[in-house]
C-alpha cells in the first residue's frame, strides 16, 4: 500500500455515478453506452483517447498498419538529439489491439520500450515496432522480474512504466513533464488511476485513487522480487505524488475480470509464501473475510451498487484461493 496521500486529493474523483441494474453490468451494448457516458464526463480524457474503448476490438489492430506514429522526440516538442530523459516503458503479451493507443498516448516521450512476453502470439512484435517503440523481449518469469528487466533496459534518466490497458492523458503528460524537469529531490513519483472496469469509472471498493508508483528516477529504483504479482519498486530517496490519473480501461467483461484473477492467484500465493509463510488453516476463512470486509465495508465498495458486491465477493473468493495454494505448495503439504 502506498503511503499516506496529501490532502486534498480525495476532490479528484468526478461527481458520482447512478446506480446501475444488474443486466447493465454484462449487456455489450449498455456497456458501451456506459462507456460513452463516462469519457464524456472526463475532462482529462480526449477523444483519441476514448477511441480504445469506443472501437471494435479488431479496429485498432486494423488501424496499427495505418497511420505513421510521431517520433518520441518530435512530439516532446524538440528533444536534442541523443538526449534521453523519459522513457515510457510497457510490458505487453498479445496486446495487438491496445497497444497503438497506448503507444500513442506516450508519444511525448524520449524513448518508447515495448518488452514483449517472449510466448507473445499475435502481431504486439509488430505493431510496437510500426508505431517507432524499441522493441525487446523477454521469457516471462514473474512481474517484477519483467518491471526490473524494463528498467535496466531503458535509456531515460526517468521511466514512467504504462501498461497496454493504459492510457496518458494531456494534463497527465504535462504534469510528468513538469516534475521530471524540476523533481525537487524527489525519486518517483505515485500516479493515481481511474478503473473503467465493464464500461463503468469505479470509485469504490478499492479501486480509487488505486494509486500506482510508475514514475521512477532509474538510477534510484529497483523491484522488489518478492512482489511477483503487483509488483513494486524500492526507492532510494523520496517519493511524491502526481494529481492526475492514468486512466485504465479494465476489464470489458466479468469473464475478463475472472480470467486475469485465476492467472493473477498462483503467483500471489507464492508471494504469500516469500513473504509470511506457511499459511494457517484458519486463513482459508479468514482471509477471504477480511478481504470482502476491506472491500465492501471499509472501501465502501456497496456504493457501486450490485457490481461493488459482486467485486468485492470474487476478490474475497480469490484472496482465499491464494491461501489454498500457499498451502498447497508449502513444504508441509497441503493439510
Same mark, same amino acid.
Given at each position: ?21 444488474? $443486466? ?159 523533481? +525537487? +529531490? ?20 478499492? $479501486? ?43 476489464? +470489458? ?47 465502501? +465498495? ?34
Amino acid at each position: 500500500m502506498p503511503p499516506r496521500p496529501p490532502q486534498g486529493l480525495a476532490d479528484l474523483a468526478p461527481p458520482g455515478r447512478r446506480w446501475r441494474a444488474p $443486466w447493465r453490468i454484462v449487456d455489450p451494448p449498455a456497456r458501451r453506452r456506459n462507456v460513452r457516458a463516462a469519457v464524456a464526463q472526463s475532462p482529462a480524457l480526449l477523444h483519441p483517447l476514448s477511441r480504445a474503448v469506443l472501437q471494435p476490438r479488431g479496429a485498432r489492430a486494423r488501424q496499427a498498419g495505418l497511420a505513421p506514429s510521431r517520433s518520441g522526440s518530435s512530439a516532446r516538442g524538440g528533444a536534442s538529439a541523443g538526449v534521453v530523459s523519459l522513457t515510457a516503458a510497457v510490458i505487453a503479451r498479445d496486446e495487438e489491439d491496445s497497444l497503438p493507443d497506448c503507444l500513442e498516448s506516450v508519444a511525448f516521450a524520449d524513448e518508447r520500450l515495448v518488452l514483449v512476453d517472449a510466448a507473445t502470439h499475435d502481431r504486439t512484435r509488430e505493431v510496437a515496432a510500426h508505431h517507432g517503440a524499441r522493441v525487446e523481449e523477454r521469457a516471462f518469469d514473474n512481474f517484477a522480474a519483467q518491471r526490473e528487466a524494463a528498467l535496466n533496459m531503458s535509456s531515460g534518466e526517468w521511466v514512467l512504466f504504462v501498461d497496454a490497458d493504459e492510457r496518458v492523458t494531456p494534463a497527465l503528460r504535462r504534469e510528468v513533464l513538469a516534475r521530471i524537469a524540476d523533481p +525537487g +529531490g524527489t525519486r518517483a513519483f505515485w500516479i493515481p488511476r481511474h478503473n473503467y472496469l465493464m464500461g463503468r469509472l469505479v470509485r469504490h471498493a478499492g $479501486w480509487y485513487p488505486d494509486y500506482q508508483l510508475r514514475l521512477l528516477a532509474r538510477a534510484a529504483a529497483r523491484f522488489d522480487a518478492h512482489r511477483v504479482v503487483h509488483e513494486l519498486a524500492v526507492v532510494d530517496g523520496e517519493m511524491g505524488y502526481l494529481r492526475e490519473p492514468l486512466v485504465h480501461f479494465n476489464y +470489458g467483461s466479468l469473464g475478463e475480470f475472472i480470467e486475469k484473477q485465476e492467472r493473477y492467484c498462483p503467483f500471489e500465493a507464492r508471494r504469500w509464501l516469500a513473504t509470511f509463510g506457511r499459511p494457517r488453516p484458519r486463513a482459508l476463512l479468514g482471509q477471504p473475510a477480511r478481504e470482502f470486509w476491506r472491500r465492501y465495508v471499509e472501501l465502501q +465498495g456497496f456504493r457501486e451498487g450490485v457490481l461493488g458486491l459482486v467485486l468485492s465477493s470474487l476478490l474475497a473468493y480469490y484472496a482465499g484461493k491464494a491461501i489454498y495454494l500457499a498451502r498447497r505448495a508449502s513444504p508441509d503439504g497441503p493439510t
